[in-house]
T-cell receptor, first 113, second 117 residues
Framework: SQQGEEDPQALSIQEGENATMNCSYK?????LQWYRQNSGRGLVHLIL?????REKHSGRLRVTLDTSKKSSSLLITASRAADTASYFC?????????????FGRGTQLTVWP | DAGVIQSPRHEVTEMGQEVTLRCKPI?????LFWYRQTMMRGLELLIY????????DSGMPEDRFSAKMPNASFSTLKIQPSEPRDSAVYFC???????????????FGDGTRLSIL
């Protein structure tokens, strides 16, 4: 499968703690993207990291990319109850699949107040 | 700016009936995607279009499923006849590809929750 795989499948933490989610993939990529899905809603784009980048920040989000290991991580610092959602990584492989993203199964994050 | 608009938000119908899901992508986006999400199978890509032309429909589960994009601002996904195993949340998403041939983010609608009884 060309899909990314998130790890862990589920994560439960207290408010104020950091949450780290990992994504592994199998092929070379143009970029990797992270999305959030709140219950009953569509996926929302969080951050995009290009294959020539190693780290990127956006507010409380920090994404790393290691193309040699074909892996990425998403760190949410100082988590809040409102961060409770499913988080998905998606890879852009370009080439003949230009336009398409390959989504993983997601990590369900629960943040307890 | 308006996002991707899907209708209806919920659909409950009996097996054997025809179901039509609708999507209006973001203006200016040249890619449109139809996904299906279930607990068992996660998020599955059914079909996607570029400039209204279907590019890959290999994810369409059966001939009962069909999708059209008659113009840049409208697409439909039709199931005929519907079966209980088609029950899922169906998402439409749109995006644009930059001149650097790298995908920009996909923008999702809030989905249609379909229940086939």
């Amino acid at each position: 499968s060309q899909q990314g795989e998130e790890d862990p499948q589920a994560l439960s933490i207290q408010e104020g703690e950091n949450a780290t989610m990992n994504c592994s993939y199998k092929t070379s990529i143009n970029n990797l993207q992270w999305y959030r899905q709140n219950s009953g809603r569509g996926l929302v784009h969080l951050i995009l990291i290009r294959s020539n980048e190693r780290e990127k920040h956006s507010g409380r989000l920090r994404v790393t990319l290691d193309t040699s290991k074909k892996s990425s991580s998403l760190l949410i610092t100082a988590s809040r109850a409102a961060d409770t959602a499913s988080y998905f990584c998606a890879t852009d492989e370009g080439g003949s699949t230009l336009g398409r993203l390959y989504f993983g199964r997601g990590t369900q994050l629960t943040v307890w107040p | 700016d308006a996002g991707v608009i899907q209708s209806p938000r919920h659909e409950v119908t009996e097996m054997g009936q025809e179901v039509t899901l609708r999507c209006k992508p973001i203006s200016g986006h040249d890619y449109l995607f139809w996904y299906r999400q279930t607990m068992m199978r996660g998020l599955e890509l059914l079909i996607y279009f570029n400039n209204n032309v279907p590019i890959d429909d290999s994810g369409m589960p059966e001939d009962r499923f069909s999708a059209k994009m008659p113009n840049a601002s409208f697409s439909t996904l039709k199931i005929q006849p519907s079966e209980p195993r088609d029950s899922a949340v169906y998402f439409c998403a749109s995006s644009v590809v930059t001149r650097a041939y790298s995908n920009q983010p996909q923008h999702f609608g809030d989905g249609t929750r379909l229940s086939i009884l």
